[in-house]
C-alpha cells in the first residue's frame, strides 16, 4: 500500500537529513531517527509512507510525538537519573512512541490505523514513521507543522480547533501516564513536559485523535516525500562536485541568510533546549556578526544587533562544504557553515498563526517580517 518505501540505508540517510533540513536545529537528533529507520530496514521491513488520498474518511488516527528536551545529560543528571534507577532502559524512542499509540488505542476503545507524525525533524518524523509500523498503523504522507517546533500547540490541528486530548505517554523505562482532559493545548503542554522532565528527556506521548476526514483538514500534506526530496537533492549535489548549499537553496527558493564561522554557543535546559549561537560573518558576510536563539528550534535570528528573520519562517544551520543540517545540540563552537532561510507553511501566514510562532510569542519586542519582504529590504 505504500506510497513511497525507504528500501535501503542511503534512502534513509537521504531522507532523515532532509526531516533534519525542515526540523531548523530540532525535531531530536538524526542519529536517533537513523536508528529508528535502520532497526526496521534491516529486518526486512516495509517502511514507508501512503498518500493522504489513501486514508479512508472513516478510519481513526493519530498523531504521536515525542515530547521533551534533547538537551545533552550533565554528570549530575546522569547521578541522579542512577539514583531512580533510569540506568538501562526498556524502550528506544520509536518503540516509546508505539507504545503510547497503543495505550491511547485502548484508552479511548478505538483502533488506531493511521498516524501523521506531528512535525518535521531527524528524529521525530522516522521515529512516528516506524512507531505507526510496530503498532499496525501506516503513516501518511504529511505532518502537523512543517518544520519543528517547542511546543504542542504551535500545530495545524490548534489552527483548526482541534481536540488534542486525551494523550497518552509512555517514557523509555515503561513508567505509562494518561492526561484525559485539560483545560487547553498550553496545559497539555505544561503536563507534558513534566511528564518529560521526569523522565530525564524525551517520552513518547500520542494524541490528536481524529477520523481520517477530520485529519485531511489539518494535515500538510506531501511533507515526507519532499523531505526525502530535499535529502536526496544535497547528497546527489555532493556526488555530482555541486555546490550543495547553492543547489538546494535554488530548488528551495530559499535564501542564504549568512555564512559564517560558530563562534559562540549559550545553553540552558529546563524541559527545553534554549541556546543562543553567535556566527562571525566570512566571505561576503565578512565584517557582519549574526546571533541566533533558540527553544529547541531556531526561532530568532539577528544581524549585527538588529532583528533579522524569525519564526514562523525557518532558519536551517548547514554544513559550509557539505550542505549537511545541524540539529541544535551537535552545533559546535568552530564549526564554518551556512544559514538558509525559507518561507514557512502558509497554515501560519495568519493572524492566529503568528500568534503561537512568531516572535512576540517568545516574548521579544518585534513584530514578524515575512522573509521575503526582510530580504527584500
Known sequence: ????????????????????????????????????????????????????????DDIMTACPFLMGSIAPHTPEVEAEMEDFGFVNPTYSEKEQLAQAIQLLGKFCGQEIGAVVPIELGGANTPGGLTAGLLSGAVCVDGDYTGRAIPEIQQTTPYLHDKVLWPVASCDAYGDISYIESAVNYRIVERLGKKIAETAYGL????????????????????????CYEIGKTIREAREAGKDPVETIVTKLNGWILASGVVTGKETKDDGYYYGTHTIKGTGADEGNTFKIWFKNENH??????????????????????????????????????????????????????????????????????????????
Open 1 to 56: 500500500m505504500a506510497t513511497m518505501k525507504l528500501e535501503n540505508r542511503q534512502m534513509a540517510e537521504d531522507f532523515v537529513r532532509g526531516c533534519t533540513f525542515m526540523g531548523t536545529g530540532g525535531g531530536g537528533l538524526p542519529s536517533n531517527g537513523m536508528k529508528s529507520l535502520m532497526s526496521e530496514i534491516d529486518q526486512g521491513h516495509s517502511v514507508g509512507w501512503v498518500d493522504v488520498s489513501e486514508i479512508p
Open 203 to 226: 517520552v513518547g506521548q500520542a494524541g490528536f485523535l481524529m477520523s481520517g476526514k477530520e485529519m485531511k483538514e489539518c494535515i500538510n500534506a506531501g511533507t515526507l516525500t519532499r
Open 300 to 377: 530568532v535570528m539577528w544581524k549585527n544587533d538588529q532583528p533579522y528573520v524569525t519564526s514562523p519562517d525557518i532558519i536551517t544551520v548547514v554544513d559550509a562544504k557539505t550542505g549537511e543540517p545541524y540539529a541544535n545540540p551537535v552545533l559546535a563552537v568552530g564549526t564554518e557553515v551556512y544559514v538558509i532561510g525559507l518561507k514557512t507553511d502558509p497554515s501560519f501566514r495568519n493572524e492566529k498563526g503568528i500568534s503561537i510562532l512568531g516572535p512576540r510569542y517568545f516574548k521579544f519586542d518585534f513584530d514578524y517580517v515575512p522573509i521575503e519582504e526582510r530580504m527584500a529590504q
